[in-house]
């Protein structure tokens, strides 16, 4: 993550030297890059790793991205393919694992070029929901690309609401069948990624029928290409959604299902089962059908998130230190546009939050795994606040770092503006991330829910869950600064952003219960308050980050 390392770019020097302006903010850096790039990295055998990762796939010609500006969506479709293909050529010559450490630089360094980024999720939705027969069939043939997988859950008519999807799984008792339909046109599958032309399988998301009475969203894996000529199977209809903002390099696509039937072993059946007679058996959490997004919610963060911003401070930053405009001084030559107020006001804030998100990624993933731990072991208890959580940070992380891109694209004047500054594309991008795996107001509602929950909980001297015991913790008296300097006290800052995130919950909740009491109705009243949840969920999360980093 060194945000400082090397640059080439010159303004009136000779081109590729080193910039004598960037060589001055380095030598009078207040601290070793070195060491706080080793400190990031996790130590310097990491930072060896990542380099050694980064320098091998940025010195691979097949990599390149010299063109990429000037190609077609479809020449950009096709690159990534080639790309994903030598890829795995290029991971089994180093010895490089999806498993290993190396895994999270790989993704960084190829995540915007190459294609078939769903298999992944298509892989974690089987390993995640999959029995281990299932496991066992379906991830050898995967993790070897003798199929390619997509992730087929919104709809036309349904993104977010998943009760709401259309798509239908009726099973046949007499076949022993799954018979998938795509009853209406909104029920088309619609956006999932590597479905327009890459995919021969997918996950689909349906409403399971058995003898009439609907059991609600359950995966089922459906072949839709062959795996001879890739032409679509019977009754499936596919194709590309067509042109977007970004992501050319990825088939978005659409499916249709007319009839398609899939042996009764194909429903993802690790926590729900139908058995040869039809009796529907579930083994956990109602939703733990839609954990594979709570989990791509959590790697989305460091996978998708924070690096674009780190990438827009380090180029924001370093034209700062190059770029003279205007006379700070009369009589002076230029100045740097870095020693403006307001320039450092635009970018040291996001350099600030890309070292907090970066430090806060490694606590989530933590927590998630112990979790996923606790319910491969059939206990679920950790579910709620798992979802909560990784929806809460998704969603402030995502829209932060799209907020944070797009100020230093700005703040690069016209040249910010240009495709080849490396800036726009960073934002046409992230800005993806405030939508995909669920749209952030939806997911910070999502958040509010369990926060108001756990208030009400620990109102009434209940126990609440770990991430939300400040909600118990004694009113919090007066603020103890004194002055303004006190506020660059980590324990003063920590306990203002405390104080702030009960005081929203508990007036949300009072305000909440005020209404309810006056007579409107629960869902008219929660939509009232739904403004004010969604500030109340975002301020507990930037607590939690607070708190996090000032550990
Ligand atoms: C290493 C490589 C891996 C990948 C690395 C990076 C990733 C790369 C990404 C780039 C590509 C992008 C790909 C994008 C893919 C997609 O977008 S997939 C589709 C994503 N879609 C969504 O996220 C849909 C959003 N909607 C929902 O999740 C739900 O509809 C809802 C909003 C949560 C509402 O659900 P609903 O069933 O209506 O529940 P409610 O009535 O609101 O709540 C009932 C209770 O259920 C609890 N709950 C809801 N969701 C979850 C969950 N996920 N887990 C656990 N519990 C959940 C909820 O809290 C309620 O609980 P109670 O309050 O106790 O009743
Ligand atoms: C680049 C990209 C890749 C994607 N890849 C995939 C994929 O591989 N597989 C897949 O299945 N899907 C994928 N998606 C789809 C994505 O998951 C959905 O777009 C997302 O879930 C939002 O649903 P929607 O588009 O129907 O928007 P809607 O749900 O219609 O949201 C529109 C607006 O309504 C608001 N709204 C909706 N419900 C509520 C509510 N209850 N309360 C308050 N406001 C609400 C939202 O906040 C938003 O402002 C992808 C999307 C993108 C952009």
């Known amino acids: ?47 060896r790793l990542r380099r050694a990762v980064v320098d091998a ?10 063109n990429q500006y000037f190609q077609s969506q479809n020449e950009r479709y096709e690159a990534a393919v080639r ?25 960084r360094a190829v995540a915007g070029d190459v294609a078939f980024l769903l298999h992944r999720i298509f892989m974690r939705s089987i390993s995640m929901l999959g029995s281990d027969e299932q496991v066992a069939k379906w991830i050898p043939l995967a993790s070897q690309y003798q ?28 076949t022993q069948e799954f018979i998938l339909n795509t009853p209406k046109i909104s029920a088309m599958k619609w956006w999932p990624g590597d479905m327009g032309r890459s995919a021969t399988h997918t996950v689909v998301f349906a409403q399971l029928y058995i003898h009439g009475k609907c059991y609600g969203i359950h995966p089922f894996i459906v072949q839709i290409r062959s795996l001879q000529d890739h032409s679509l199977c019977p009754g499936i209809i596919a194709g590309d959604i067509g042109p977007k903002m970004n992501f050319e390099h990825i088939d978005n696509g659409y499916l249709m299902l007319q009839s398609v039937r899939v042996p009764r072993e194909n429903m993802l059946n690790k926590f729900c089962e139908v058995q040869p007679d039809g009796t529907y058996v579930r083994r956990g959490s109602q939703k733990i059908n839609y954990f594979t997004m ?27 230190a190059v770029r003279r405009q205007s006379k700070l001084k009369p009589g ?17 804030p996001q350099l600030a939050a890309a070292y907090a ?46 907020s944070g891109v797009e100020i230093c694209l700005r703040a690069c004047g016209g040249h910010g503006y240009s495709l080849l500054s490396g800036l726009p594309s960073l934002y046409t991008k992230i800005i993806a991330s405030c939508i995909y795996e669920g749209e952030n107001t939806v997911l910070l509602l999502q958040t509010a829910r369990f926060l108001i929950k756990c208030f009400m909980a620990a109102s009434t001297g209940q126990s609440v869950p770990p991430s939300v015991t400040y909600l118990a913790a004694a009113k919090p008296g007066k603020c103890p600064a004194k002055n303004k300097l006190d506020f660059l006290r980590p324990d003063i800052y920590t306990e203002a952003y405390q104080h702030a995130a009960v005081r929203l919950i508990s007036s949300t909740a009072a305000k909440l219960q005020d209404l309810i009491q006056s007579g409107v109705k629960k869902h008219d009243a929660w939509n009232r308050c739904t403004v004010q949840l969604v500030q109340a969920a975002k301020v507990s999360k930037i607590y939690l980050l607070i708190w996090f980093f000032s550990l």
């Open 1 to 47: 993550m060194a945000l400082l390392e090397t640059g080439k770019y010159s303004q009136g020097s000779v081109p590729g030297s080193v910039n004598p302006d960037l060589a001055n903010e380095r030598q009078t850096a207040s601290f070793s890059v070195e060491k706080l790039t080793a400190w990031l990295d996790g130590g310097a055998e990491r930072t």
């Open 294 to 320: 709570t989990s791509v919610r959590i790697s989305l963060i460091s996978g998708e998130a924070i690096p674009p911003l780190m990438k827009a401070c380090t180029i924001a930053i370093r034209y700062s």
């Open 357 to 402: 998100f970066h430090f806060i990624d490694d606590y989530l993933q933590e927590l998630f795994d112990r979790g996923y731990r606790e319910i491969q072991r059939k206990n679920f208890d950790t579910l709620p606040e798992l979802h909560a959580l990784s929806s809460g940070f998704k969603a402030l992380v995502t829209q932060y770092c799209t």
């Open 83 to 107: 790309k994903a293909v030598h890829l795995q050529k290029k991971m089994h010559e180093m010895g490089w694992s999806e498993d290993g450490p190396e895994f999270k630089y790989i993704y």
């Open 57 to 66: 796939i940025e010195s691979d010609p097949v990599f390149s991205r010299e």
């Open 147 to 174: 199929l390619i997988g997509s992730y087929a859950q919104t709809e036309l008519g349904h993104g977010t609401y998943l009760q709401g999807l259309e798509t239908t799984a009726v099973f046949d008792v007499t």
């Open 332 to 348: 002076e030559q230029e100045a740097k546009i870095l020693d403006y107020q307001t320039q450092q006001e635009k970018l040291l």
